[in-house]
């Protein structure tokens, strides 16, 4: 027995040894509950880890904690919801923490476009949802045939099955038998492959699904191909749905990229920064010209989740809406976006970097390649960064100091000099 009076489960044998009993995501089984990687608080811009280490956190923690670890008007907003109402749910029903979260994330998207909320738990299976939605709201309009759903090459949307099949990086989903029979990708570059497509296959096509900037790689998609988006729609009668999951609440310097948009999204998709990390949520923020199609057939979407707009999510949502205001996080995250192309410039000019994309606080260093070897000599010095495809990202947390990036830049030359030997 603890001191609390629960009985403490034991470790599960293996054989001669004892198995570690959490199976961590996207490493070996070797490399689990290494001290290194084994955190145990956070505070700030900063991680603590089980081998006595602070380590300056430039991923935001993976890319949600936009307003940085431990913020107490957020803790204390999910404090008072679970002794108020541990939990609620939608399914066949509501609650007030739901439809007032609901009505906040109108109003940051556009009330005049927007008119309704669909929670869910990540933004994976966000993903998942709005391929349902898309092909459901096609068939309401009398066109069974729509059930395509194109992505971009390089994009992340998820590992669910849905989102899996619709991530345009090869991330083993054969190995997987994940469907992808009516997903196809086309290119971020431009609009060519993606009018060519429409071309061949637009009558079968439900939804375009677009990452302002691609998860993985951090490339913003061009400006030609945004700029095509509402003719194309116009001629094919597609949906169009941002998945701003990665730079929604803040994170490219604007409450949502897609608000820069000359066309506006039929659907919007956010999660990773909604409730600062704290809760498992997603939303689902859907026009009124697609909630009048399902109110019209007064049809039923086929989709809940147990815990999706539970009341701590609600609260922590409605906590980091008010947070992100009083902080001013976009103004914040402008002015480090200057900062970021001070230390990408100077960065440039090792001879490990070829460059540099991205924007706002989500970046990326193109590297000549050992972007392995450059995080793991990163976390040995103290900073926590991610691997992409063919660079090291960088999405600090829109609060960032001054000092941050000083000692961001500090430890970034010393992992590439370490690498390059």
């Known amino acids: 027995m603890t001191g609390s009076g629960l009985v403490r489960p034991a470790p599960v044998a293996a054989g001669k040894r004892t198995r570690y009993p959490v199976w961590e995501s996207l490493i070996p089984p070797s490399q689990y509950g290494s001290p290194e990687r084994h955190a145990v608080g956070a505070r700030g811009t900063r991680v603590r880890f089980a081998d006595g280490r602070w380590a300056l956190c430039a991923t935001s923690g993976l890319w949600n904690v936009n307003l940085g670890y431990g913020n107490q008007a957020i803790a204390d907003a999910v404090a008072r919801s679970l002794a108020e109402a541990s939990y609620l749910t939608l399914f066949r029903g509501g609650h007030s923490l739901a439809v007032r979260a609901a009505r906040a994330l109108l109003e940051l998207c556009g009330p005049d476009h927007f008119g309704r909320v669909l929670f869910s738990t990540s933004g994976g299976a966000a993903n998942d949802v709005v391929m349902k939605l898309v092909r459901h709201h096609q068939a309401l309009l009398g066109d069974e045939r729509r059930r395509v759903v194109v992505g971009l090459r390089g994009s992340y949307h998820g590992l669910t099955y849905g989102s899996f099949g619709l991530t345009g990086e090869d991330l083993g989903q054969r190995t997987y038998g994940v469907d992808q029979r009516a997903v196809r990708h086309v290119s971020h570059e431009d609009e060519t492959e993606l009018a060519a497509l429409l071309a061949r296959e637009g009558h079968r096509i439900a939804a375009v699904v677009l990452e302002p900037v691609l998860g993985s790689g951090a490339h913003p998609v061009s400006p030609r191909l945004i700029a095509a988006l509402g003719p194309l729609r116009e001629r094919h009668g597609f949906l169009l749905v941002a998945d701003e999951v990665a730079t929604g609440f803040g994170r490219t310097g604007e409450l949502?990229?897609?608000?820069?948009?000359?066309v506006r999204p039929d659907v919007l998709i956010t999660s990773k920064g909604l409730t600062n990390g704290t809760c498992?949520?997603?939303?689902?923020?859907?026009?009124?010209?697609?909630?009048?199609?399902?109110?019209?057939?007064?049809?039923?979407?086929?989709?809940?989740?147990?815990?999706?707009?539970?009341?701590?999510?609600?609260?922590?949502?409605?906590?980091?809406?008010?947070?992100?205001?009083?902080?001013?996080?976009?103004?914040?995250?402008?002015?480090?976006?200057?900062?970021?192309?001070?230390?990408?410039?100077?960065?440039?000019?090792?001879?490990?970097?070829?460059?540099?994309r991205g924007t706002g606080c989500f970046r990326a260093i193109e590297l000549t390649g050992r972007s392995a070897e450059v995080v793991a000599a990163a976390r040995a010095a103290g900073l926590i960064v991610q691997p992409g495809p063919d660079c090291v990202q960088l999405v600090p947390a829109l609060t960032y100091t001054a000092e941050d990036f000083e000692e961001l830049e500090t430890l970034l030359i010393r992992a590439l000099d370490e690498v390059a030997g």
Request: proline content about 4%; glycine content about 6%; overall charge negative.
């Open 280 to 356: 498992a949520a997603s939303a689902i923020v859907v026009s009124h010209d697609v909630c009048e199609v399902f109110e019209r057939a007064d049809s039923v979407l086929v989709h809940g989740e147990t815990q999706a707009g539970s009341p701590s999510s609600c609260a922590a949502v409605l906590a980091t809406i008010e947070e992100l205001a009083r902080l001013d996080g976009c103004a914040k995250a402008r002015e480090n976006s200057v900062r970021l192309d001070g230390l990408l410039d100077r960065l440039s000019a090792h001879p490990l970097v070829r460059g540099h």
């Open 256 to 262: 949502f990229a897609s608000q820069s948009w000359p």
